[in-house]
Structure formats: C-alpha cells, structure tokens
C-alpha cells in the first residue's frame, strides 16, 4: 500500500516541476530580451508565481 501512495505522489510533482520550469524559463527569456534590447529600467518586472493557487503578480524592481 505504500509503495503505491508514494508511486502516486511522485506522478504528480513530475509534471508540476515541468510546468514550473518552462514558466520560469518564459519569463526569464522575456526579462533578457528586455535587458537586451536596452530598455530602461521601469519596464523591466519582478514575478512572483504560485501556480497552486494560481497567481502571478509582476512588480516593478527596486532602485539600483
């Protein structure tokens, strides 16, 4: 019995670590491309993601 339930377990947080990855990766490439093409600093964002819930919020950066 627990082999299963710790079978089960695993099989959920595969695809959810995938999902986390490519949303990270997402933002982080558009971030770059931002960085890139020299935009100023008031368009760039912080992201805070919680695909549980799910929520994203983007909030400007802190002064340098």
């Known amino acids: ?3 299963i ?5 695993a099989g959920r ?3 959810a670590l995938s999902t986390t990855t490519s949303c990270i990766a997402a933002l982080q490439t ?3 491309v931002k960085y890139l093409r020299g935009c100023p600093l008031e368009v ?3 992201a ?3 695909l549980a819930v799910p929520i994203m919020q983007l909030t400007e950066p802190g002064s340098v």
Not at 5 to 9: P, S, Y
């Open 30 to 32: 558009i971030e770059l």
């Open 48 to 50: 805070f993601i919680n």
């Open 5 to 9: 339930a710790v079978k089960l377990k």
């Open 44 to 46: 760039m964002r912080n």
């Open 13 to 15: 947080i595969m695809p």
């Open 1 to 3: 019995m627990e082999w």
